[in-house]
């Protein structure tokens, strides 16, 4: 809701405490992705670059989106 309502930094929040709770697959690529729409939103591309790289989410049209922009 918070990246819905352009609110970046408590989505940026909720997405890496999830992320740090150890998530299983798939839902830990797709919160990663989420992470990753959010914070090239806020412009801050090279994190989302970052966060992609690191976490290597499956492919797919969201995470390609996301590394694309």
């Known amino acids: ?8 930094e408590p989505a940026e929040a909720a997405y890496r405490e ?3 709770r150890g998530l299983p697959d798939p839902a830990r690529g797709e919160v990663a992705v989420e992470l990753a729409e959010t ?4 412009g801050r591309f090279a994190d ?13 049209p969201a995470a ?3 590394r694309v922009e």
């Open 48 to 60: 989302a670059l970052a966060v992609l790289d690191a976490e290597r989410p499956a492919p797919g």
């Open 39 to 42: 914070l090239n939103r806020a």
């Open 64 to 66: 390609e989106a996301a």
């Open 1 to 8: 809701i918070h990246k819905d309502l352009d609110r970046f």
């Open 18 to 20: 999830a992320l740090r």
